[in-house]
């Protein structure tokens, strides 16, 4: 009889540990969009894939992957991530009672879905993040150093050193796993600084980009400190083009000298040239000079040519009267003379 019912108690076992996986591997959402590499619990995960309770979803340093639940929460997860889907508690297929994740390292964006506000919660090593029926970014260092900036709606963030509550958009909250915890101000590009990490909030910076609704959100003034893109190949720079020779200075145009005017000469397109040329006359007549365009003034010089040496004629004609008159004086004095000489 007890043989009977040590048989019955481990065929028993048997079946509740087969069922057991079969409930834990229910499936809470699935994924929408997969960059790169992204690994769950059973390998890696590919778009469509279902993502399941106590599920550890991992990004590699190039890594993205965007997620919906059944209540419609959505949840990104950036480059060098590491998230663990902690628990999740059915209402109804509209909504849970429960849905926890722990943030163990990595940069996110949360946008809440159909579940009531207290239904949400996320872990980190510095607090708790509880949500308000909002979207926020938030990011986990090496250290456990937590960021939480606000995007929509309002959150609150509770540690060792007490709560801040995020009420505006773009305020945000750093806090330490000791119990530092900074005061709630204006996101601005310095935070990088502080958290040490240059790819920090890559959704705010644009550094990643998401798809859908989802990618919508953030902004904050935070696009001016991007830093170098590795979820991507950078194409190559282009080619800077060779600097122009500038063309040197035009030389500034020396006066001319004025040149004594000459006269035009003659075009050949004038209608005399056009004539044969066995009817020109072999001396052309002095009107047919003074007619001609350009002759004007050469005849002119030649008159006073003429003149000039008609004056030098004219007194070579004086000198020689002159000297004729001269000559009579002589003869006439000789005469006289001579008639003196035989009286």
Not at 143 to 148: E, R
Not at 218 to 242: F, K, T, V
Request: include cysteine.
């Amino acid at each position: 009889m007890w043989g009977w019912r040590s048989v019955s108690i481990a065929m028993l076992c048997i079946a509740l540990s087969g069922a057991w996986p079969a409930l834990a591997a229910e499936p809470v959402g699935q994924a929408v969009v997969i960059k790169t590499q992204v690994t769950g619990q059973s390998g890696p995960i590919e778009v469509d894939t279902s993502v399941h309770r106590n599920e550890r979803i991992k990004t590699s340093p190039s890594g993205l992957g965007q997620f919906v639940f059944r209540d419609g929460t959505k949840l990104a997860v950036g480059w060098g991530s590491s998230v663990v889907i902690d628990k999740y508690v059915f209402d109804d297929s509209q909504s849970v009672k429960k849905l926890t994740i722990r943030a163990a390292k990595g940069t996110f964006r949360w946008v809440s879905g159909n579940s009531n506000s207290s239904a949400y919660q996320i872990l980190t090593p510095a607090g708790t993040i509880g949500v308000r029926g909002t979207a926020f970014d938030f990011y986990v260092g090496p250290d456990g150093t937590t960021a939480v900036v606000l995007l929509n709606g309002a959150a609150r963030f509770c540690g060792p050193g007490g709560c801040r509550q995020l009420q505006q958009r773009c305020d945000c909250v750093v806090a330490k796993p000791n119990g530092d915890m900074s005061a709630a101000r204006r996101v601005d590009p310095s935070i990088l600084a502080t958290l040490g990490n240059q790819r920090a909030l890559p959704f705010l910076s644009g550094n990643q980009r998401l798809a859908g609704g989802i990618g919508m959100l953030g902004g904050c003034n935070m696009a001016s400190a991007a830093p170098e893109r590795r979820d991507r190949n950078r194409p190559p720079p282009p080619a800077s083009p060779d600097p122009q020779k500038q063309d040197p200075p035009p030389k500034q145009a020396e006066p001319q000298k004025e040149r004594p005017h000459k006269p035009d000469k003659p075009h050949h397109d004038k209608p005399h040239h056009d004539r044969p040329h066995h009817d020109r006359p072999d001396r052309p007549d002095k009107h047919d000079g003074h007619d001609r365009p350009g002759n004007h003034s050469q005849n002119h010089g030649n008159d006073r040519d003429h003149r000039g040496h008609d004056r030098d004629h004219g007194g070579d004609r004086d000198h020689d009267k002159d000297r004729d008159r001269d000559h009579g004086r002589d003869r006439n004095h000789d005469k006289g003379r001579s008639f003196n000489r035989n009286r």
